[in-house]
């Protein structure tokens, strides 16, 4: 554990960035609940379903996140994150299903070294005054995910004292997984793009 351990710079977390798009109503009615579709899926991989409401939550705490800066005001006076914000971090819960998937095949333990370091690689990633704007719950949920990614590099043989050739290679690993998954996107979050492995924002047009 050493060797994770020194790898400090190495940032596996997928830090949000907010994608410029005009169509910040659509975002609004994109990433509120509705009360007939919360149990349906926001995405299904490879036959496990993320229900919507889970995303939804998500969204909602990065929008209430004030340090974050990724929200616009709809004409209601409503916090909301923009499209490709909702595209980016759907694409992140995708890899990490993916991920986890693959970790459960393997039988990979994730260690409390990983998920140390997967503390220090998400405060380093989102910046220390917004991670203290997160609530507790919603940082144990990412240092998961990020611990997960971190155990399954090291399990394959990926050297974490080289962050920068380390980071393009996990960054490699799980798109490529994520390509070759059976991913399924609700279409009012936008659609899945499997040659890039990513969610591509729904500019126009009514949610589905």
């Not at 005009?22 to 993320?50: E, I, K, S, Y």
């Not at 998500?58 to 490709?84: K, S």
Request: hydrophobic share 50%.
């Amino acid at each position: 554990m050493r060797r994770i351990a020194r790898a400090g710079a190495l940032v596996v977390a997928v830090c949000v960035v907010a994608s410029a798009s005009p169509v910040l109503a659509d975002a609004a009615r994109a990433a509120a609940p509705h009360p007939q579709r919360g149990r349906r899926p926001a995405f299904v991989v490879d036959g496990r379903a993320t229900p919507i409401r889970e995303v939804v939550a998500d969204l909602v705490t990065l929008a209430r996140n004030g340090q974050l800066g990724i929200v616009a005001v709809n004409d209601e006076g409503d916090r909301i994150p923009v499209q490709g914000v909702v595209a980016t971090w759907i694409t992140k819960l995708i890899h990490a299903a993916v991920a986890a998937a693959e970790i459960e095949r393997r039988g990979v333990a994730i260690t409390p070294a990983h998920r140390a370091l997967g503390r220090r690689f998400d405060r380093h990633a989102y910046g220390a005054d917004v991670w203290r704007g997160f609530p507790r719950g919603f940082q144990q949920r990412q240092v998961e995910r990020t611990a997960g990614i971190i155990a399954l590099a090291e399990d394959e043989g990926f050297d974490l004292t080289k962050p920068r050739q380390t980071r393009r290679a996990v960054v490699a690993l799980v798109s490529d997984l994520a390509r070759h998954a059976s991913v399924e996107v609700a279409p009012r979050f936008g659609t899945w793009n499997a040659e890039l492995a990513v969610v591509v924002p729904r500019l126009e047009g009514p949610p589905s």
